[in-house]
């Protein structure tokens, strides 16, 4: 997998996501907390536009008539017809066998470091004051 800058890091905040394209794929980031995760950017029923799902939490029951919430803000809701993954791994909670979406690596790198890079070459001083989200396709 080869890795591509796609954004600094304060364009897509906390609680926020942003629809990319990566290598022609069209990849959907999510900042969760300061955590970053991608998925492709299509539902696995019929194609929907994943990044436009509704963001909600996982609802458990121990016994009939009582319900607790938690993971809020990490599952996805498609837009279309409502089937739920998670933001985290891409898994289904309608079919989680056999149905995820596409969950590609995402991680923050440091300005400093891209500039780097593998190779050495006469250089010119720079500085970078941000960092970079950074999506493995």
């Not at 600094?8 to 980031?29: C, D, F, H, Q, S």
């Not at 907390?33 to 696995?44: A, K, Q, W």
């Not at 409502?82 to 309608?94: A, L, N």
């Not at 969950?103 to 300005?111: D, I, L, N, T």
């Amino acid at each position: 997998m080869t890795k591509h800058v796609v954004a600094p890091v304060a364009e897509i905040p906390p609680g926020t996501r942003r629809l990319l394209t990566v290598k022609g794929r069209p990849i959907a980031v999510f900042n969760l907390g300061g955590e970053f995760f991608g998925l492709l950017n299509r539902c696995p029923h019929q194609g929907g536009p994943m990044c436009e799902g509704h963001l909600t939490g996982l609802v458990q029951s121990r016994t009939p008539g009582q319900y607790d919430r938690s993971r809020d803000g990490e599952i996805l809701r498609c837009p279309w017809h409502g089937w739920e993954f998670d933001i985290r791994t891409g898994q289904s909670y309608v079919d989680p066998e056999r149905t995820r979406i596409r969950a590609y690596p995402v991680s923050v790198a440091e300005g400093a470091a891209l500039v780097a890079g593998p190779y050495v070459a006469e250089t010119i001083p720079v500085s970078v004051e941000q960092d970079y989200v950074v999506v493995e396709v």
